[in-house]
């Protein structure tokens, strides 16, 4: 199985993960596209234009103490496509818009039952 890669960072802090926190840690790994950021739960989600960034800033970063905030990075599970239908300026806009389509062919047959008839008697 192939490790995982991309150029989206999942970021989790230990208390008070702030957007000023984050972009100072990770501007040095180069050119971030996105971040989001979820307060309530202390996590980032941040994207660079590389995934050499993403993947410098994991080896790096990864259970660093910045500013008395302990963190754990590693790649995020879903990454943004870069190019795509939408061609957004947000890479999470086009992960939004690939969810919609079935990404597998179901082989099953459908199998259908009279209206009459009784499923549950022996």
């Not at 040095?28 to 995934?51: H, P, R, S």
């Amino acid at each position: 199985m192939e490790p995982k890669r991309g150029n989206t960072i999942y970021v989790k802090g230990t208390n008070m993960l702030t957007e000023k926190l984050c972009q100072e840690a990770f501007k040095k790994y180069g050119n971030i596209l996105n971040m989001n950021l979820e307060k309530d739960k202390n996590v980032a989600f941040v994207t660079f234009d590389k995934v050499e960034g993403a993947e410098a800033a994991i080896k790096d970063m990864n259970k660093a103490i910045i500013q008395d905030v302990r963190l754990r990075v590693s790649f995020a599970r879903r990454q943004p496509l870069q190019e795509g239908p939408g061609d957004s300026s947000s890479p999470w806009a086009d992960v939004s818009f690939n969810r919609t389509k079935p990404r597998h062919q179901d082989k099953r047959s459908v199998l259908s039952y009279k209206e009459d008839e009784d499923l549950f008697s022996s």
